[in-house]
């Protein structure tokens, strides 16, 4: 007997609608699972056996064959289980053929004693779903706070197969999936708030301009200058992810299965810190079936490179193309797969390799020192616009009153932001750093004693035609910020000593 139910798979971050068909022969007993499945979609059938017998149901002791359709598209995980589960019972008589709810689309992992468990990737699945016209989905019951906010289509939730078998047979009903939206501010928060972190008032300053235009920056200081803290503290003062963004990072964050359980939708940008070990695979993605990297997670959130010169050449080589386009293009024999990968990218370093220069405890020599700091330079280093030399703590700056907050913060950069999407609107990018370098005249406009500073300066130090449109954009940021239309000589005096001449 032949039958048929519906389910999803993932590209990328993706959902594909399914087809799962199924056909009852004679032959020697056996489940065969085709359509391009990887391994997890063959052991599917182990799964999916166990998992109906346990449930008080009898396999036929035929040949079942399982077509998985489109059979062009490589398919894998485990969300298939339940799809795979309801169209062998429904082929073999078990599930009525008739029924009004067969046109449900089932998406979940089955344990072997028939419980459905919580299963990555379900929300950009549902959404694909959603798009291409059927409205009706069961997923895990587990996975129901990452859907529930949905408003569109009909989402249930199941945490046993015979519950959807009864479900879909009209037996049994099934909750829709609740909106159980934690209210803002609750959950895991790792975020560091500005006012907890002592002195680096410079440094703090930086990164208020650097988040403001979207401007990449490196930090150089000693250890315990307090570089890891205030790059944690940096999806503080971004203005909270806008609802489509929203949608956007939670549905990859539920593909790389790292959602936490209770979580809804993430409000918050997301924080990667990647070890400098990390391969170029795990930094930008990759692997048989593409997975996201480290810098689609850290999409329209901060990725942040700690200890920056001991990342491998080929790591920090993988990020160029990503951080230039916004996208990860994974290129694979099967696919060629692309992820989002617009973040905000902040470097930490050494001063040299024992960290303490320039003071007199520094045992290293000069070429040690120029070797480590060269580990920095080359094409990646172009992507930063912003830099900022940070010294140790003094007893000063630990006894120093608490200095503003990240809200307060948060409230400057989101004004300055507002301003750039005013000024870009139509024109396919946000932020200061982004406009092309032909379009700077353009949108930046000098009050006489700027531009004086910058001739000077242009050729007194001797800058490079990059450097001088780097400093044109980091100054009108600073200019964005204080709310002025014109950039001023303080903004771009300012903007000159965020330059990188300490790794001249
Ligand atoms: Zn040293």
Redesign the pocket.
């Known amino acids: 007997m032949f039958a048929r139910a519906y389910s999803a798979t993932l590209v990328g971050i993706e959902g594909i609608p399914v087809s799962v068909e199924v056909d009852i022969a004679g032959g020697l007993p056996c489940i065969e699972i085709i359509g391009l499945g990887d391994a997890s979609v063959r052991e599917a059938k182990h799964r999916v056996r166990s998992a109906i017998r346990n449930s008080g149901y009898e396999l036929p002791a035929r040949r079942i064959v399982v077509n998985l359709a489109p059979a062009g598209i490589h398919k894998e995980g485990s969300h298939l289980d339940l799809g795979i589960a309801v169209g062998i019972l429904r082929a073999s008589g078990k599930l009525p053929l008739d029924i009004p709810r067969s046109d449900y689309v089932l998406l979940g992992e089955l344990a072997l004693d028939g419980e459905i468990r919580r299963t990555p990737g379900i929300l950009p699945m549902v959404l694909s779903v959603i798009k291409n016209g059927r409205r009706r989905v069961v997923t895990p019951q587990a996975n129901q706070a990452e859907v529930g906010w949905l408003e569109d289509g009909e989402v249930r939730t199941a945490s046993r197969l015979e519950e959807v078998v009864r479900f879909l047979s009209g037996t049994g009903d099934l909750p829709a999936a609740e909106n159980k939206m934690p209210p803002e501010g609750s959950g895991e928060d790792t975020t560091v708030d500005m006012a907890d972190i002592r002195g680096q008032e410079a440094a703090k300053r930086a990164l208020e301009v650097a988040v403001s235009g979207g401007h990449n920056i490196l930090m150089i200081g000693s250890p315990g200058s307090g570089k890891t803290l205030l790059a944690r503290a940096i999806p503080g003062i971004m203005p909270d992810l806008g609802p489509d963004e929203s949608v956007e990072v939670t549905a990859i964050h539920s593909v790389a299965g790292i959602l936490p359980p209770e979580a809804g939708l993430m409000k918050r940008r997301p924080f990667r810190a990647p070890h400098h070990t990390v391969t170029p695979q795990a930094l930008v993605g990759g692997g048989i079936v593409p997975k996201p990297g480290e810098v689609t997670l850290a999409h329209r959130g901060v990725l942040f490179l700690d200890e920056m010169p001991h990342f491998s050449r080929a790591a920090l080589d993988a990020l160029r193309q990503p951080l230039e386009e916004g996208v990860a293009t994974v290129v694979r024999s099967r696919a060629r797969v692309l992820f989002p990968a617009r973040c905000f990218l902040v470097g930490a370093a050494n001063?040299?390799?024992?960290?303490?220069?320039p003071s007199d405890d520094?045992?290293?020599n000069e070429r040690?020192?120029r070797n480590y700091l060269s580990r920095l330079s080359g094409p990646l280093l172009d992507r930063f616009d912003v830099f900022v030399e940070m010294s140790p703590l003094s007893l000063g700056d630990l006894e120093s009153s608490p200095g503003e907050t990240s809200a307060v913060v948060r409230k400057r950069v989101t004004r300055a932001r507002m301003r750039q999407v005013e000024r870009f609107s139509g024109k396919g990018f946000l932020t200061n750093s982004q406009i092309p370098v032909k379009d700077i005249s353009r949108y930046v406009s000098l009050s006489a004693g700027a531009k004086k500073l910058l001739h000077r300066s242009f050729n007194e130090l001797g800058l490079s035609a990059r450097a001088y449109h780097k400093i044109l954009k980091v100054a009108l940021s600073i200019a964005d910020l204080d709310d002025s239309p014109r950039v001023e000589e303080a903004h771009v005096a300012e903007a000159l000593a965020y330059r990188d001449c300490f790794l001249l």
């Open positions: 001063p040299c390799p024992c960290g303490k220069f520094c045992t290293c040690a020192r």
